[in-house]
């Protein structure tokens, strides 16, 4: 593993160099003599005050001068010209992916013999049309990130920023799922130091941070109208990692976190035992510590630097599971044993689920049993599981100075994990295992050909190993099995999820290897800048994906449970040749060209293209079809069709423009004020770049797998599951074989997005924005039945549009989306002990469906209700957020500065960090539970059942939130479908969630140490007010559980105490 490393390093040494490490900014602007003419020739130095590298341009006939892209950090800017002052200027601190903007107006020598400008008087991004944040370091270490410290929740800052709730679905990697301005939640693409962090199979950050003392600098681009963006239709998050400097610097600190720090969750407190008393007295046990160290500084005088960290994390806790409403009672076991105990889903039930803790006299399940009437009472359980993770991380970065033009620079990223105790809690016994490695070594290499051309070459390599494997292995000794009437639903795996037996998508595990070569050269002029980059990947992955090997079961009774005929039954066999372990290999090639063009000193007009072309996984699946296929003697319902050809038609236009008025008198001069307005827009075209679990989906169906769906309430099925697992498939009719496909012209989803935005300066220190954005997704992809049973006579589900083949679950492009959004954001610099952001928007997202998969446990299964009618699926999408707030702010108590004495030592230094966020709920469907018309019969085995439930109220129930509706009636609001009837009225996504209202505070206490040194003392309250976050309730019609957001664990105050040592 770490020979790879080693060859991308010494790759780095023993190359020459170029500037910048996919990790810079800017440093622009113009050169005015006292009567506001411009000045040319004049030399201008930018000096990198952590490092003391100095880069020189001079400016050009109209005074314009621009740098080539510039490490981020602290500058000192100086222009020289005979017969004028030396002007110094700073500091200055350059973004990430800014261009800082100067205006510097020089004297006469005979005025003074040299002039500093200290404050910082720049207007940031004010070439750049497209939008984007960002926040120093130094400023994430002092918020209240989260209780992991991932520094990816960063991003829930930013405007236009869609947070998910609880209960919906963490489709990616990373810790952090968001989607942004009218994307989906894959949208986003990733980079650290100006590596691609992608993880190819789900999408995501691959690279997880959870020390924000590595972090130089993080950025947000929620407009991509600059070409040099891409590879995905959202957003573009960058995050820098720390260089050493001149001057030795670091960090020490640990975090600590016990029981006696938190409060209890709603789940800690449910009633339990006779007679009913709270699970937990007090928060349930828990110790966790994250200590760590980071460091860096000279390594040989003032050329070659270095930096490195190291953290250890450490978390054990007792978790509390959801509760279940409908679960028997130790009086509902016995009936069920003295009646029925020798039936095999009986044995099943009391081996494999314990009793309720509680009953609960208002809900009883009828049963029939030899002809005799039963009500089985059932009551409340609860889970609990202990959970211990252990993770360690560490990095070591080196940047080396050749010359004044030359850099060369090289960084690893180490992270292991081993977390035991994950997972579902109730029923107990379904716990996992989860060992997982990361692994990124990037070199850079970087040259000032001239100081009007610049390049840039980047060597990456990654890996991210991991796996998802079974605590106990008696949760693999039964099918996936779901009882809705008794709330124990979900087939994959989840917190939430509380049906019995191991999820049907464990266990797994996989291996991804991602090889990366960038490079890009600019030319700068003074009114021109031309940028062009290529960038080739190569991709490979070995797993074990398949699903439902060991079969589901959903029953929509406990009656059926007890007859034992399933609703959906279904189990994934081998086929004769098929691999155990799938292996992909897929090569990506992208190239862009931009183009900036300013007009005067107002003006400036980007217009550039991204072409892409993703790697194909679906042409390794080719060879492995044709082996199988010999095994079957050519028989061509092997075949694997279709598949799709190599996507090279993805062009991406982009166009920006910027503008700034000029200085007026009156209303307007105040308006604008003296060059203090900004606007800028554009238009971009982006793809998104296809998810190799897609492809893992064709491999896990037929003609690789057999997947055997029994028709819709066959008698015996738990029997009849259990009899096939282990066994090879033997497939009498293979046209019916159930499939996944994908559509002939599978491809990228694009997205089409226009913005408009204005800024306004408010002295040296402040900004507001107000923009508009709206966003057109198109060919997006969704799952479709295929081969729908017939809308009328069916046949119990056996008769279908093309009664030759079986089930198909195809994957095509085949829906839309948009999305309309206003902005307004307020930020202030540092200055005079007080920085913040502030941002709200205010935006509608319509989708046809909001992922391929399922975006909810419960809420919303991703196959239209109407396979003949897909269009009455478009609706608000399950990440429509009306209404969000975000806002952070580092605020410094500035009694007895520069004084002292004991009494200024004790009120001094005082620090509060407070990060906000107030967001609208998530969109959810009422679902029936049932499908008595056999509509979606088959291909709910592969997705789910997403027949809805119809309305039974004239209440307006869009407005009112889940408490209300619970209070109005609950379930005496809605009707069930029937055989007649089989379509629910209600449309998707009709219902919201609760909302989100997070307070999380930091409060610091700093004590200077020597020149450089401080001490800080910290906590950090997470959830201060006790808030709770219910999110996406059980939406199921017939479940016991149905909108019970109480029995959800909706989260809980947390404090971290600190202590930090930074010089």
């Not at 130094?138 to 236009?160: F, I």
């Not at 980007?606 to 028989?635: D, K, M, Q, Y």
């Not at 059942?945 to 509706?965: C, F, W």
Request: charged share 20%; hydrophobic share 40%; aromatic share 10%.
């Amino acid at each position: 593993m770490m020979c790879c490393c080693l060859v991308v390093w010494a790759a780095a040494l023993l190359a020459a160099n170029l500037l910048g490490e996919g990790a810079s900014g800017e440093i622009l602007g113009r050169v005015e003599d006292g009567s506001r003419s411009p000045v040319s020739n004049a030399l201008v130095l930018a000096r990198d005050l952590d490092t003391g590298a100095v880069h020189k341009v001079t400016t050009g006939p109209h005074g314009r001068f621009r740098f080539p892209p510039l490490p981020v950090g602290r500058y000192e800017v100086v222009v020289e010209k005979p017969g004028f002052t030396r002007h110094t200027q700073g500091p200055v601190l350059l973004g990430l992916d800014h261009a800082l903007e100067l205006v510097i107006r020089l004297r006469l020598a005979s005025t003074a013999e040299m002039v500093r400008q200290v404050p910082d008087v720049t207007t940031a991004g004010a070439s750049d049309a497209g939008a984007s944040v960002g926040w120093a370091g130094d400023h994430l270490r002092e918020l209240p990130l989260a209780p992991d410290h991932n520094v990816l929740r960063m991003a829930l800052a930013a405007p236009g920023v869609s947070q998910l709730s609880r209960g919906q679905s963490e489709l990616t990697s990373g810790g952090v799922g968001f989607a942004v301005n009218g994307a989906r939640i894959r949208s986003n693409t990733f980079l650290i130091d100006g590596q691609d962090s992608n993880d190819p199979t789900v999408t995501g950050l691959a690279q997880t941070v959870n020390n924000p003392d590595l972090v130089q600098d993080f950025s947000l681009v929620t407009r991509q109208f600059a070409a040099q963006y891409g590879g995905a239709t959202g957003s573009v998050v960058t995050i820098v990692t720390k260089r050493g400097t001149s001057q030795y610097h670091g960090s020490l600190f640990w975090f600590h976190n016990n029981n006696r720090l938190n409060a209890r969750s709603n789940l800690d407190k449910v009633p339990v035992g006779m007679p009913p008393r709270p699970k937990f007295e007090r928060a349930p046990w828990r110790t966790e510590n994250q200590v760590g160290a980071t460091i860096g500084g000279p390594l040989r005088g003032q050329r070659t630097f270095w930096f490195g960290s190291l953290e250890r994390w450490s978390d054990r806790q007792l978790n509390s599971g959801p509760t279940v409403r409908g679960v028997p009672t130790e009086q509902g076991r016995g009936l069920l044993a003295q009646l029925a105990g020798a039936r095999p889903t009986v044995r099943v039930l009391l081996a494999h689920l314990p009793p309720a803790q509680t009953a609960t006299e208002a809900y009883t399940a009828p049963v029939l049993i030899g002809g005799q009437a039963v009500r089985i009472p059932v009551g409340s359980l609860n889970g609990s599981n202990p959970l211990k993770l252990d993770n360690s991380q560490w990095s070591l970065r080196s940047d080396h100075r050749l010359g004044q033009k030359y850099w060369l620079g090289a960084r690893y990223l180490f992270n292991d994990q081993l977390t035991s105790g994950a997972g579902q809690a109730t029923p107990p016994g379904l716990t996992t295992v989860n060992p997982l490695r990361r692994q990124a070594a990037v070199a850079w290499l970087n040259s000032n050909f001239t100081s009007r051309t610049y390049g840039e070459l980047r060597l990456s390599w990654q890996r991210l190993s991991l796996a998802t494997l079974p605590a106990d292995l008696r949760a693999e000794q039964v099918p996936s099995i779901e009882i809705n009437e008794l709330g124990l639903t979900g087939s994959n795996t989840a917190t939430t999820r509380t049906a019995l037996g191991l999820s049907v998508n464990l266990p797994v595990e996989r291996r991804n290897n991602n090889y990366q070569l960038q490079y890009a050269a600019a030319w700068l002029r003074e009114d021109h800048a031309l940028k062009v980059g290529l960038d080739f990947r190569k991709q490979d992955m070995a797993g074990f994906f398949t699903s439902g090997t060991r079969g589901r079961l959903v029953y929509n009774t406990l009656q059926d449970f007890l007859d034992d005929v399933a609703q959906t039954a279904s189990i994934t066999l081998p086929l004769p040749g098929s691999e155990r372990i799938q292996h992909y290999n897929c090569y990506d090639y992208l190239w862009f060209f931009q183009h900036e063009w300013r007009l005067g000193s107002r003006v400036a007009i980007s217009s550039g293209v991204r072409f892409e072309s993703p790697g194909n996984a679906f042409t390794r699946l080719r060879a492995l079809n044709e082996r199988i296929l010999a095994r079957a003697g050519a028989h061509p319902a092997y075949v694997l069709e279709p598949i799709p050809r190599r996507d090279t038609n993805n062009w991406g236009p982009r166009f920006g423009f910027v503008f700034r008025p000029a200085a007026a008198s009156g209303w307007l001069g105040r308006l604008i004020g003296e060059e203090k307005l900004v606007f800028r827009g554009g238009y971009a075209r982006a793809y998104d770049s296809p998810f190799w679990n897609i492809a893992v989906n064709v491999a896990n169906s037929f003609p690789f797998w057999y997947v055997v769906t029994l028709p819709a309430r066959t008698p015996g099925s738990l029997e009849r599951i259990q009899a096939l697992s282990g066994a090879t498939a033997a497939v009498s009719d293979p046209w019916q074989a159930a499939r996944t496909v994908v559509s002939p012209d599978f491809r990228s989803p694009f997205a089409e997005q226009f913005g408009v935005r204005l800024e306004r300066a408010f002295g040296v220190e402040a900004t507001f924005s107000a923009g508009y954005v709206a966003t057109k997704g198109t060919a997006l992809y969704q799952t479709i039945d295929g081969n729908p049973t017939l809308p009328e006579n069916n046949a119990r589900g056996t008769l279908r549009m093309n009664p030759a083949r079986g089930v198909v679950r195809l994957r095509a492009n085949a829906t839309s989306s948009i999305y309309h959004g206003l902005q307004v954001g307020l930020e202030r610099r540092w200055a005079k002990g007080l920085a913040f952001n502030a941002y709200y928007s205010w935006s509608a997202f319509i989708d046809g469906a909001s992922d391929i998969f399922n975006t909810a446990l419960t809420g919303e299964v991703a196959v239209a209700q109407d396979s003949y009618n897909r269009r009455a699926d478009r609706a608000r999408s399950s990440y429509d957020r009306p209404h969000r707030l975000s806002v952070n702010a580092i605020y410094e108590s500035r009694w007895c500065s520069g004084r002292r004495g004991w009494r200024c030592k004790l009120l001094g230094g005082w620090q509060i960090s407070p990060f906000i966020v107030l967001q609208s709920g998530a969109p959810f469907t009422v679902l029936d539970g049932a499908d008595p018309g056999y509509r979606l019969s088959g291909i709910d085995g592969l997705v789910g059942n997403a027949i809805r439930a119809s309305s039974n109220t004239k209440l307006d129930l869009a407005r009112m939130s889940v408490e209300e509706i619970f209070l109005a009636g609950g379930p005496a609001l809605f009707s069930r479908v029937s055989a007649q009837d089989p379509l629910g009225n209600l449309g998707r996504n009709v219902l919201r969630a609760d909302g989100i209202a997070d307070v999380d505070v930091a409060l610091s206490k700093n004590f200077r140490i020597g020149e450089a040194g401080k001490l800080q003392l910290r906590a950090e309250v997470y959830r201060a007010a006790n808030t709770r976050d219910f999110g996406i309730p059980e939406s199921r019609l017939n479940s016991t559980n149905f909108l019970n957001q109480w029995g959800q664990e909706g989260g809980r105050r947390r404090v971290l105490l600190a202590i930090r040592y930074l010089f």
